[in-house]
């Protein structure tokens, strides 16, 4: 299997350090900056409150699609059997990588992408656990018993453990958004719509929870973002400059 190198990934060995930083700046500002603006808009400026008014308003006063079957079978539990599905057929590919050798210029790209959508969603887990935030539907706004408490606010011991900032299950699309640098890696004329594809992936995931009073869309931007910086980062990590100065697939000269 002969793979060419996509120009856009030619990095010279002169200046290594500059130009992994200039790769890193490129992927990375314009989408903190971005993050950064929303944040405000949504978590200091009321923007996840408001649009999760609506959402009730629309479903009569109350969470109606909380256990509707298509928003907590079919895209909730449906949709976390399919990200560790695709996760499986990736891990598949990878282990006859291993043993095939024609499929060798496969086993960094294969073993980059397992790793990117194995961290975020871990990543994701894990903050989940130390933010402690109420989803909407257990807010006395919403019908539910505690009071809002903010990402930076201490948590009183008596609401117990609450676990929806970032949004898992957003995490299961938005994971995916490293087939971008595994496109870029192999075929770069499919990068823009793997990433479309995990980008469709993640929204429908998070919409659907939203609709049930799972999370605010601060979650949902939060579990991209984190996504997303973890695949900027890996890419340069696994697929350093090579020694005739230029990044190239696996298995090439």
């Known amino acids: 299997m002969s793979?060419?190198?996509?120009?856009?990934?030619?990095?010279?060995?002169?200046?290594?350090?500059?130009?992994?930083?200039?790769?890193?700046?490129?992927?990375?500002?314009?989408?903190?900056?971005?993050?950064?603006?929303?944040?405000?808009l949504l978590m200091a400026g009321n923007g996840d409150q408001w649009l999760a008014d609506q959402l009730f308003r629309a479903e009569g006063g109350?969470?109606?699609?909380?256990?509707?079957?298509?928003?907590s079978h079919?895209?909730?539990?449906?949709?976390?059997?399919?990200?560790?599905f695709a996760a499986g057929l990736v891990?598949?590919?990878?282990?006859r990588a291993c043993i095939d050798r024609r499929w060798k210029p496969l086993r960094r790209p294969l073993l980059y992408l397992l790793l990117a959508v194995g961290l975020s969603t871990g990543i994701v887990a894990l903050l989940k656990s130390w933010t402690q935030m109420d989803c909407p539907w257990d807010l006395r706004r919403y019908g539910g018993l505690h009071?809002?408490?903010?990402?930076?606010?201490?948590?009183?011991?008596a609401?117990?453990?609450?676990?929806?900032?970032?949004?898992?299950?957003?995490?299961?699309?938005?994971?995916?958004v490293a087939l971008y640098f595994f496109a870029l890696r192999l075929r770069p004329q499919w990068r823009w719509p793997a990433l479309a594809a995990a980008l469709?992936?993640?929204l429908v995931f998070g919409i659907s929870q939203q609709l049930r009073g799972a999370h605010f869309l601060s979650h949902d931007l939060w579990s991209l973002m984190i996504s997303w910086t973890v695949?900027?980062?890996?890419?340069?990590?696994?697929?350093?400059p090579a020694q005739a100065g230029t990044f190239r697939p696996e298995g090439r000269a």
Not at 166 to 176: E, I, V
């Open 147 to 157: 009071p809002f408490i903010g990402l930076f606010q201490p948590r009183p011991a």
């Open 74 to 84: 079919a895209l909730h539990r449906g949709g976390k059997h399919l990200s560790t």
């Open 3 to 40: 793979v060419s190198p996509p120009s856009s990934q030619v990095l010279p060995i002169t200046g290594g350090t500059v130009h992994r930083r200039g790769f890193l700046a490129r992927h990375l500002l314009l989408p903190a900056f971005a993050l950064t603006a929303a944040s405000l």
């Open 91 to 95: 891990l598949l590919a990878l282990l």
């Open 231 to 240: 695949a900027v980062l890996l890419y340069p990590a696994m697929f350093p």
């Open 200 to 202: 469709a992936a993640g």
């Open 62 to 71: 109350q969470w109606a699609l909380r256990d509707a079957w298509w928003t």
């Open 159 to 176: 609401l117990g453990h609450a676990a929806c900032f970032p949004a898992g299950h957003a995490s299961a699309g938005y994971g995916w």
